[in-house]
């Protein structure tokens, strides 16, 4: 006997992410999901912006991480409020996760929320977890061609920033490929080229955000 | 990897279906994935089978429909399935955008056993 279902399986992980925006949005508060692979540059671009806000504006960080407490101990050294998640091997965090973080982290209103995600081009872009705004970081070591590999994460992005542009004379990274990668999949995603280290085309960035 | 989370949740949604139906042993489920869904099938069914010992589930053979990425491109308006690599048009050679279809991941349907029931 068949039985028709016809049910989505991330349903209840996006009924939750959707009671989190719901919760996010009548306190006025702003939920950045911060997307990279591993070593592009998520903390310190959280750090730079981190600083940037400093009496501006309340921030918070969650930091999703398989293991340690390397990026929240160097945020908390900082005077962040900082909620470090181990998913102990898991390799995304979830609508249900965020929910529990935010539940210690008591955001006030008007606030923002830098989430950085576990290291990973793929498993990430699966999980909606209820944020504002989708933040991939790119360096420019990875290479131009990741946007083309990475589609569904790429696909996932509401702004991106490529990091480490200090870095170019070094690389051979086609610009030109990778700007036509991005527009492809997100047509309305502005890019962000950016060094850290330089500080080059940061407050343009830190403006925006 | 996330293939874990996700297959713990089709052993749940069937079992819930199945018990709701009357308890009977489900023999198979068919699941419809996007290839732009970023799962992989051989990862859903090994996770699948340690999960789904012990309930109503246990045995069933998942069957996945998979369903190919449709792009759109803006420039003429042609839709096309993604090539293999890259996003251009195989009209005018520019390049095209993702739209849903290829993002899908449902169970579709199950099959139970009846007999005896």
């Known amino acids: ?209 | 990897m996330h293939e874990y989370a996700v297959s713990k949740q089709i052993v749940k949604m069937a079992n819930d279906e199945a018990l709701h139906a009357g308890g009977h042993r489900i023999t198979e489920i068919r699941l419809a994935i996007g290839d732009l869904s970023t799962f992989v099938d051989e990862s859903i069914q090994m996770y699948f089978d340690i999960f789904s010992a012990g309930t109503l589930a246990e045995g069933a053979k998942l069957v996945f429909r998979r369903i190919p990425a449709a792009f759109f491109c803006k420039t003429c308006g042609q839709n096309f399935l993604k090539p293999r690599t890259g996003f251009d048009c195989p009209n005018c050679g520019k390049q095209g955008s993702p739209t849903e279809i290829g993002k899908e991941f449902f169970i579709e349907s199950l099959e139970v056993d009846d007999d005896g029931n």
């Open chain 1, 1 to 209: 006997m068949e039985i028709r279902v016809m049910k989505g399986i991330m349903d209840a992980n996006g009924e939750i992410a959707a009671q989190n925006r719901a919760n996010f949005a009548a306190r006025n508060i702003t939920v950045v999901n911060v997307l990279a692979s591993p070593g592009a540059g998520k903390t310190t671009l959280i750090t730079a912006i981190c600083n940037h806000l400093k009496g501006k504006r309340k921030v918070y960080v969650v930091e999703g991480d398989i293991a340690s407490t390397i990026d929240a101990d160097r945020l908390d050294a900082m005077g962040v409020a900082v909620m470090q998640i181990n998913t102990g091997g898991g390799c995304h965090l979830d609508a249900n996760m965020l929910r529990e973080a935010v539940s210690v982290l008591q955001p006030e209103e008007g606030s923002l929320i830098l989430i950085e995600n576990v290291g990973n081009l793929v498993c990430p872009a699966a999980f909606d977890l209820g944020d504002t705004l989708r933040l991939l970081v790119a360096s420019v070591p990875e290479g131009h061609d990741k946007p083309y590999k990475y589609v569904s994460m790429f696909g996932y992005a509401d702004a991106v920033v490529l990091s480490k542009i200090d870095l170019l004379p070094y690389i051979d990274f086609d610009m030109q490929s990778f700007e036509a990668g991005v527009h492809a999949l997100v047509p309305d995603a502005p890019i962000f080229k950016l060094s850290c280290k330089t500080g080059d085309g940061l407050a343009a960035f830190l403006d925006w955000i």
